[in-house]
């Protein structure tokens, strides 16, 4: 769908926030070379400005050149604000060694208030924005009370009392501000923790699809807001807490906070950020964290080293040169992993596990597709056999082997994205594997068409065989039968002679003998294919195989619910429960069995249990068995025969199929 018109791209916005910051945090950079200070804890403020002004430049000019969302006008004001309250810092240190500098600039005091809007909304507002889903009544409640604390906060930062640069405020005005401003720290620690227990929460009870990246939102936004605890709890403690413990948990804190909002956006493709996320990401994180290491290792060398000297700058910077390759690797690989989804050897288990998901029932190529999907983080992958519809789609490789078309690829990215030239590659280096599977697949398809050929033409031929049996061969017999009565009752008339009593008994078997033939015809007529299968309609045939078998003296209890099949599987499947049953009644030694069939949600079970004599160990295979496990493989089902384990002293047959569901 198209963004509204408000939160359409800003280009212009975007690239004017990455020119006012980056030229700002250059120039502070340059006033600190230049001036050289003396170390003071409270430099580490600056610090924190600094690297909030770079790092938020760069992901707020990223995220407004895609998306003008909220969030991104946040983090262009927390970029904004840290690079000019650092450059104030480093005017200010210029001012310090050069006073012939002290010229009238905008700059002034704003080192002590231009931070306060972005970093105080990065932590009370932010966390409610991500990821973009409609608000409900109480989330806007907390948003509404994080931007009166930003306000607040604001109106503070801008009043300070005997301050040069800030505005007067007098009357009961000033009451206020002394009232409130004791109590705003506490309430920022308040809110960011609400705001982060909101993350968790929300991480709680979205879909799996929706959860990505929200774990690490709620840890970014809870060590921001524990970075101000100090700030807090430094009036109500009897002892102060030490100047560098806020501003060390800041510079910590913004070395993960930053990067926690651009998996977000990344792992649930919210604004369709591409490459250059992948580049931004890893310079924002390596940026933070040798930063936090060059003045966390400072720092606590010059407290170990007894006297001042340069040993802890060179021995930190020595560390970190040598670490920082090996670092910046290990940084890569994992945003590589975030951004684009798991390649090479990963993304070749993907397609493994999808094969093995075969056996559970998934067609093959799906299962394959799903995997090269998911792996590379794409909304579908399909695989489309030569011969099959196509498909419009944005990416499609062709799968050849040698100068035959076996079939094509076709990818789709995820909405508001486009396939990159990393997943491009990938698709095209895995197209031989794929293209042998598809030919394996186009391989089954047709011994499948094969298979289920033969399965219609014998079916066709028992029905042609009951055809001539009940209409040809059974009459024929009928026919003899009365000749037979007919010539037994000519000789009625010379019935005193002993010749004649012999031969009309003799007649009298004949009759009976042809009369019984006659009905084993009709009865094998029957049992070759019950017309009412050809409705694929299995519970009445099986009903009238129980009523059969009732005749000859064997039970037969049907258990099976109102299904139809497909044809061809209806008739295999009652194949399987006669021959099964004949079985029973003359093998077995029993006047019972049970014969049970059951949908579940993998597909149809039948089976046809006793607990009689069982399958001897020496017994071979018959006739009976060929054709029961012919009938299975006919209609891709399983078929397996064995004790039945029915707790009785003999062993007693099951014979079970499993008819997958596809196959109905």
């Not at 250059?26 to 170390?39: K, R, T």
């Not at 390649?343 to 067609?363: H, N």
């Not at 792996?375 to 490789?397: C, F, M, W, Y």
């Amino acid at each position: 769908m198209d963004p509204r018109p408000s939160d359409r791209a800003r280009p212009v916005a975007a690239r004017a926030v990455l020119v006012v910051t980056g030229v700002l945090s250059a120039g502070s950079v340059a006033a600190w070379l230049a001036a050289a200070p003396p170390w003071h804890p409270w430099m580490l403020y600056s610090l924190v400005d600094l690297t909030v002004g770079a790092i938020y430049g760069v992901v707020a000019w990223l995220t407004l050149s895609r998306r003008a969302h909220l969030a991104a006008w946040i983090m262009a004001a927390a970029g904004i604000g840290g690079a000019v309250s650092a450059a104030a810092a480093a005017w200010d240190m210029v001012r310090y060694r050069w006073p012939e500098l002290d010229l009238s600039v905008p700059l002034a005091g704003a080192a002590y208030w231009a931070w306060v809007p972005g970093f105080y909304a990065l932590i009370v507002v932010m966390p409610w924005l991500l990821p973009v889903r409609p608000l409900r009544a109480a989330t806007r409640f907390t948003i509404g009370a994080g931007v009166l604390l930003v306000v607040l906060a604001q109106v503070c930062a801008v009043t300070v009392p005997g301050a040069p640069w800030a505005l007067p405020l007098g009357g009961p005005a000033a009451a206020v501000r002394a009232a409130v401003d004791p109590w705003l720290e506490p309430a920022l620690v308040i809110l960011g923790s609400v705001a982060a227990a909101g993350v968790l929460w929300r991480r709680h009870a979205a879909p799996p699809a929706r959860r990505h990246g929200l774990g690490w939102l709620a840890v970014g936004t809870l060590l921001l807001a524990a970075a101000f605890v100090p700030l807090a709890l430094d009036p109500l403690l009897p002892v102060r807490v030490p100047t560098p413990a806020a501003p060390l948990l800041m510079l910590g804190a913004q070395a993960f906070f930053p990067a926690s909002v651009l998996v977000v956006v990344l792992r649930q493709r919210l604004w369709g950020l591409d490459l250059v996320v992948r580049r931004t990401l890893v310079w924002a994180l390596m940026t933070a964290l040798v930063i936090a290491a060059y003045v966390g290792g400072v720092l606590i060398l010059r407290a170990v080293l007894p006297a001042p000297s340069a040993v802890p700058e060179v021995v930190v910077t020595a560390s970190l040169a040598a670490a920082f390759q090996p670092l910046r690797q290990w940084v890569q690989r994992r945003v590589d992993r975030l951004v684009h989804g798991d390649t090479g050897q990963p993304l070749i288990r993907r397609v493994a596990d999808g094969l093995r998901d075969t056996d559970r029932g998934t067609p093959m190529l799906d299962a394959v597709a799903d995997g090269i999907a998911a792996s590379l983080r794409l909304a579908e992958v399909r695989i489309v056999l030569r011969g099959e519809p196509t498909h419009l789609s944005p990416t499609s490789i062709a799968l050849v082997n040698g100068d035959r078309t076996v079939g094509t690829l076709h990818a789709w990215p995820r909405p508001g994205e486009k396939l990159d030239g990393r997943a491009s590659t990938a698709l095209t280096d895995l197209a031989p594997v794929v293209t042998a599977l598809a030919e394996l697949a186009a391989a089954q398809r047709d011994l499948e068409r094969s298979r289920q050929g033969l399965a219609r033409a014998r079916d066709e031929e028992r029905r042609k065989l009951r055809r001539d049996l009940h209409d040809g061969l059974g009459p024929a017999l009928a026919g003899v039968s009365l000749a037979l009565a007919a010539g037994r009752n000519m000789l009625h008339a010379h019935r005193h002679l002993p010749e004649i009593a012999a031969a009309d008994d003799l007649f009298d078997q004949l009759v009976a003998e042809v009369d019984r033939q006659a009905a084993g015809v009709r009865e094998i007529a029957r049992d070759l294919l019950p017309p009412v299968l050809d409705d694929g309609d299995l519970g009445p045939a099986l009903d009238r195989l129980r009523e059969r078998y009732a005749a000859a003296g064997l039970t037969v209890r049907v258990r099976a619910p109102h299904l139809r099949l497909r044809e061809e599987a209806a008739i295999a499947v009652y194949g399987i429960v006669a021959e099964a049953v004949r079985n029973v009644h003359r093998h077995a030694g029993v006047d019972h069995c049970c014969v049970d069939v059951r949908a579940v949600p993998e597909g149809l079970t039948v089976s046809v249990a006793d607990h009689g004599v069982g399958i001897g160990a020496g017994a071979g295979t018959g006739v009976g068995t060929r054709a029961m496990r012919e009938r299975a493989e006919a209609i891709g089902a399983g078929l397996t025969i064995g004790p039945a384990r029915t707790g009785h002293s003999r062993p007693g047959t099951r014979v079970r199929l499993f008819l997958p569901e596809a196959a109905r």
